[in-house]
């Protein structure tokens, strides 16, 4: 399996400043196809996982702009522009390169 | 607009086997090309994806399941199912299905307990 680590595990954050999550994976995400499978979601307390980027750097519909993604082959990063209240939960990067899916560990976002 | 609702027992016995259907509504099952999934969740830890079927009916099963694990879609009721068998206390987990990985269904716990 692919592993993919997150970094850091826990990430207190004041209102309105920036967060950043590293996310690296074992082997390169690069498929035949020339795309890179890596997602980002989101998990709040007590609901279900939502996909926020696809494909590394895609949002997905109705994700606020505050939330982006980037990198390439194995390291790759989520990053909130101005965190605010409703962005608490975990945070998990997943690659849906290589069969069987894997996701990292998930980073718990917290306010100061 | 399309919803996904798990649903199955909540309490399954040691060695015995655990099965949880899917039910597909607001859309087919059979429209578009899409991987419909099951993930778990045990309490407090990450996430783990158990498996997945194609709308051609072609599966992919996590490696380390794909001994115990078989998933099936039946068209005719929407549905598409999870069985994973010889169950112990390390499969107590959320369960949840999914279309791709956009559409997650709210999760149903599984207890292993005797």
């Known amino acids: 399996d692919v592993v993919m680590t997150q970094s850091p595990l826990s990430l207190p954050v004041t209102l309105g400043q920036p967060a950043s999550i590293s996310c690296r994976s074992s082997?390169?995400?690069?498929?035949?196809?020339?795309?890179?499978?890596l997602n980002w979601f989101q998990q709040r307390p007590g609901q279900s996982p939502r996909r926020l980027i696809y494909k590394v750097s895609n949002r997905d519909s109705g994700v606020p702009d505050r939330f982006s993604g980037s990198g390439s082959g194995t390291d790759f990063t989520l990053k909130i522009s101005r965190v605010e209240a409703e962005d608490v939960g975990v945070y998990y990067c997943m690659q849906g390169t290589h069969w069987s899916w894997t996701f990292g560990q998930g980073t718990k976002v917290e306010i100061k | 607009q399309v919803q996904l609702q798990e649903s199955g027992p909540g309490l399954v016995k040691p060695s015995q086997t655990l099965s949880l259907t899917c039910t597909v509504s607001?859309?087919?099952?059979?429209?578009?090309?899409?991987?419909w999934s099951w993930i778990r969740q045990p309490a407090g830890k990450g996430l783990e994806w158990i498996g997945r079927?194609?709308?051609?009916?072609?599966?992919n099963y996590n490696p380390s399941l794909k001994s115990r694990v078989t998933i099936s879609v039946d068209t005719s009721k929407n549905q598409f199912s999870l069985k994973l068998s010889s169950v112990t206390a390390a499969d107590t987990a959320v369960y949840y299905c999914a279309r791709g990985g956009v559409l997650w269904g709210q999760g149903t716990l599984v207890t292993v307990s005797s």
């Open positions: 607001g859309g087919s099952i059979s429209s578009g090309s899409y991987y």
């Open positions: 082997q390169s995400l690069v498929y035949s196809d020339g795309n890179t499978y």
């Open positions: 079927i194609y709308t051609s009916g072609s599966t």
